[in-house]
């Protein structure tokens, strides 16, 4: 909702799922291959679940074109710097679901957490630009975590050729809540204004050029309706 309110009312709102892009498949593949090379240390083993769970996301939302086919040569290299990567202990879960309430918002912010270990929640992230530092907005997702489930937590960004993990640390996760909450209360608010969710869509804008939006445009009424 921060970065993309329209994308956001799109999705929630006018529940105009889209059916995901390559980047989106890769980081799920990565993620897959990732967990099976933490619990069996076989990264043959490893490369063929990743390689597999792209390509189920990618049969099934449209044909192997050459997008979808860069997308899948990056699965192996990046799965092998997230490899090189030390995790403090054994990995106890994956994609846990988490639930935080925040004061004078009456549902709860909802998130899911890509592996668990002992002590610690980290997310994964495949990028094809290792960043000097995490996005805010993953900062605010792993800040989230932290506080529902009062615990560590970092991020693993991985690309072809490197990788590098960063730390939530306290004063991070307090500026990342207050922002979180504030968005909420703006969010309820924009909630409350309005009778129906099609007035909402006609006032919030939409950036497709965001590789979240849909891959083509939707006409705002009809995705309401």
């Known amino acids: 909702f921060v970065a993309s309110p329209g994308i956001w009312a799109l999705r929630y709102l006018a529940r105009n799922k889209d059916p995901g892009n390559g980047k989106m498949w890769r980081g799920t593949a990565v993620e897959a291959g990732y967990a099976?090379?933490?619990?069996?240390?076989?990264?043959?083993?490893?490369?063929?679940?990743?390689?597999?769970?792209?390509?189920?996301?990618?049969?099934?939302?449209?044909?192997?074109?050459?997008?979808?086919r860069e997308d899948a040569q990056l699965?192996?290299?990046?799965?092998?710097?997230?490899?090189?990567?030390?995790?403090?202990?054994?990995?106890?879960?994956?994609?846990?679901?988490?639930?935080?309430?925040?004061?004078?918002?009456p549902v709860p912010v909802m998130g899911y957490i890509d592996l668990a270990f002992e002590g610690l929640d980290v997310d994964l992230k495949t990028t094809t630009r290792l960043p000097s530092k995490p996005s805010d907005a993953h900062i605010r997702q792993v800040s989230l975590y932290r506080a529902a489930r009062k615990r560590a937590g970092?991020?693993?960004?991985?690309?072809?050729?490197?990788?590098?993990?960063?730390?939530?640390?306290?004063?991070?996760?307090?500026?990342?809540?207050?922002?979180?909450?504030?968005?909420?209360?703006?969010?309820?608010?924009?909630?409350?204004?309005?009778d129906k969710a099609d007035d909402i869509l006609e006032a919030l804008p939409i950036d497709y050029s965001d590789f979240r939006a849909p891959k083509q445009r939707v006409a705002v009424r009809a995705a309401a309706s």
């Open 75 to 105: 699965i192996e290299p990046m799965l092998s710097q997230a490899v090189l990567w030390t995790p403090p202990s054994a990995l106890n879960a994956t994609q846990i679901k988490v639930e935080y309430f925040i004061d004078d918002v």
């Open 36 to 68: 099976v090379y933490l619990r069996r240390g076989n990264l043959e083993e490893a490369f063929d679940a990743a390689v597999t769970t792209y390509w189920l996301n990618a049969d099934e939302n449209g044909p192997r074109n050459d997008a979808a």
């Open 154 to 194: 970092g991020l693993l960004y991985v690309t072809d050729k490197r990788h590098a993990y960063y730390e939530v640390d306290d004063d991070m996760m307090a500026g990342a809540m207050t922002e979180l909450s504030d968005a909420a209360k703006k969010l309820s608010r924009l909630l409350g204004a309005f």
